[in-house]
Nanobody, 126 residues
C-alpha cells in the first residue's frame, strides 16, 4: 500500500531554516504530483506547495520566496526547504499525494489528495 513518511521537523527560531523530507513507497513516485500542507494549532489544514513530474512548482502566497519544494525521483522523496521561518509558520507539516494521472499544479484543497503522511511538527520558539 502507499505510505508517506515525513521527517525533519523540530524546534526552530524565527529566521532559521529547516528542510523537511517525505519518503514514499507503494507508488511509482516519478509519475505523481506531490504536495505539502500544514496545519497550525486551532486552524484548518492549508496548502503550502506542489510539484509535478516536470518538475514545475507552485506555492501559497504566504510561503512564496521563502520555501522551496523539490523532489528526488531516485529516492522516492519530496523535500520542503523552509528559509526565513516566521512564527506563523508554526504547524504540523504533511506531505500528500493526489490521484494518479494528474500533471498540473493547482491541487490546493485537502480533498484533492488521497494519501497523506502522519505529519512532522515544526514549532517555533518565541
Amino acid at each position: 500500500q502507499v505510505q508517506l513518511v515525513e521527517s525533519g521537523g523540530g524546534l526552530v527560531q524565527a529566521g532559521d531554516s529547516l528542510r523537511l523530507s517525505c519518503v514514499t513507497s507503494g507508488l511509482t513516485f516519478s509519475r505523481y504530483v506531490m504536495g505539502w500542507f500544514r496545519q497550525a494549532p486551532g486552524k484548518e489544514r492549508e496548502f503550502v506547495a506542489t510539484i509535478n513530474w516536470n518538475p514545475s512548482t507552485y506555492y501559497a502566497n504566504s510561503v512564496k520566496g521563502r520555501f522551496t519544494i523539490s523532489r528526488d525521483n531516485a529516492k522516492n522523496t519530496v523535500f520542503l526547504q523552509m528559509n526565513s521561518l516566521k512564527p506563523e509558520d508554526t504547524a504540523v507539516y504533511y506531505c500528500a499525494v493526489p490521484p494518479s494521472g494528474l500533471s498540473g499544479l493547482y491541487y490546493l484543497k485537502n480533498n484533492d489528495y488521497v494519501y497523506w503522511g502522519q505529519g512532522t511538527q515544526v514549532p517555533l520558539s518565541s
